[in-house]
């Protein structure tokens, strides 16, 4: 990581070393914690706003939902805006966290495709409130959004979970052994029970984030 943002006052540091310690309130957070709220994070931007956003979209435009998005993954850069977002702060360390996160873009020699959304995101408040509440709403089981959407984000779930057991599935299949291919749908399962209860699992991560660092000193 060449940056991160602190998880206790929303100040966004360059990361020196292995240690990520706040330059600020001097919180120091375990690395590996830390990664795991950020696989949070970035399943609350794919999930809670990216597909969110586009098949609240897809409603409203065709009114009803027929299409599947091709997304890309969420950037480094809009997990730690998610991270700060769901991290509880308010309004205006999360709109401050993101300004610094923009300088970071900005220092890049190429932007891609989403550092531009991302500049584009930070410059209307309207588009980042929507962001902030939509991640937010994702650790709550996405309270604000329809039973359609809600059903489609569903459905995009379970093809990424069942996409990871594609070549086991494959073999499986191709064995024609029913016990192999149940097996395989009991992994299936139990990944997606995992995903969800890790779902609302955020405030449970963000203690974890920093709490082998206190348990060594
Ligand atoms: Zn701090």
Not at 22 to 31: I, N, P, Q, R
Not at 90 to 119: H, N, P, Q
Request: positive net charge; contains cysteine.
């Amino acid at each position: 990581m060449e940056f991160f943002v602190c998880l206790e006052c929303a100040t966004v540091n360059d990361t020196k070393g292995e240690t990520l310690t706040c330059a600020k309130c001097k919180t120091e957070f375990d690395a590996d914690n830390y990664k795991k709220v950020l696989l949070h994070a970035a399943d609350a931007c794919r999930y809670g706003y990216d597909y969110r956003k586009y098949y609240e979209e897809q409603l409203l435009e065709r009114g009803q939902i027929n299409r599947m998005p091709s997304l890309v993954e969420p950037t480094n850069i809009f997990e730690f805006l998610a991270a700060a977002a769901i991290g509880g702060f308010a309004w205006d360390a999360v709109k401050t966290c993101g300004t610094y996160l923009v300088e970071f873009v900005l220092r890049k020699a190429t932007m891609s495709k989403r550092d531009i959304e991302f500049l584009e995101l930070m410059s209307d408040d309207k588009k980042l409130k929507k962001f902030v509440k939509y991640v937010r709403a994702y650790s709550k089981d996405f309270t604000t959004a329809s039973e359609d959407v809600k059903k489609a984000i569903a459905e995009e779930m379970h093809a990424d979970v069942a996409g990871q057991y594609g070549a086991r599935m494959t073999d499986a299949a191709r064995s024609r052994n029913r016990q192999a291919i149940h097996d395989v749908f009991q992994q299936i399962n139990k990944s997606l029970k995992e995903k969800k209860a890790e779902q609302s699992n955020y405030p449970a991560l963000k203690k974890a984030a920093k709490k082998l660092r206190r348990e060594l000193k």
